[in-house]
């Protein structure tokens, strides 16, 4: 009895430890594709992602994608600043000229760099020019200039 014992224990943990040779075809179709965003769908996410927070206001949302630095020209601040000194300034630009529409006027696109002009409607109209770098698999604002047309 020792032995069958001895041969069944044996027996299932072959089983537990071996895998299908083959695919399990008929369970292919039910998982989800999981693949990357095509570089169109990318530009179009960020495309559409700047519309929207310039139309709104909303700093934080353009800020998440800036570079470590940033060459940014609001009015008559010109400079060089971290993530979250632009941040702030931009921040103060919407506080005090509330966005009432956004439109990308012109695009462009040279290698890994790609840029924006836009047209910012507030109390007056606006000249927005965004920079931008594909780095580590997506984007990052490197300059942003806003100016009164």
Same mark, same amino acid.
């Given at each position: 009895?020792?032995?069958? /014992?001895?041969?069944?224990?044996?027996?299932?943990?072959?089983?537990?430890?071996?895998?299908?040779?083959?695919?399990?075809?008929?369970?292919?179709?039910?998982?989800?594709?999981?693949?990357?965003? /095509?570089?169109?769908?990318?530009?179009?996410?960020?495309?559409?992602?700047?519309?929207? $927070?310039?139309?709104?206001?909303?700093?934080?949302?353009?800020?998440?994608?800036?570079?470590?630095?940033?060459?940014?020209?609001?009015?008559?601040?010109?400079?060089?600043?971290?993530?979250?000194? $632009?941040?702030?300034?931009?921040? /103060?630009?919407?506080?005090?000229?509330?966005?009432?529409?956004?439109?990308?006027?012109?695009?462009?696109?040279?290698?890994?760099?790609?840029?924006?002009?836009?047209?910012?409607?507030?109390?007056?109209?606006?000249?927005?020019?965004?920079?931008?770098?594909?780095m580590g698999g997506s984007?990052?604002?490197?300059?942003?200039?806003?100016?009164?047309?």
């Open positions: 009895m020792r032995t069958y /014992t001895t041969l069944f224990i044996l027996l299932l943990s072959g089983f537990a430890w071996s895998q299908p040779s083959e695919p399990d075809l008929v369970n292919v179709d039910l998982m989800p594709a999981e693949r990357g965003a /095509t570089t169109i769908q990318q530009q179009q996410s960020f495309e559409s992602m700047m519309v929207t $927070a310039f139309k709104t206001g909303n700093a934080e949302k353009i800020a998440s994608y800036f570079s470590d630095n940033v060459d940014l020209s609001i009015e008559s601040k010109e400079d060089l600043y971290s993530k979250s000194q $632009a941040e702030q300034i931009l921040k /103060t630009f919407f506080l005090t000229h509330k966005p009432k529409d956004f439109k990308i006027i012109h695009k462009g696109k040279s290698g890994q760099s790609e840029y924006f002009i836009g047209e910012l409607s507030s109390e007056e109209i606006y000249r927005v020019t965004i920079n931008s770098k594909s984007k990052r604002i490197t300059s942003l200039t806003i100016v009164v047309e």
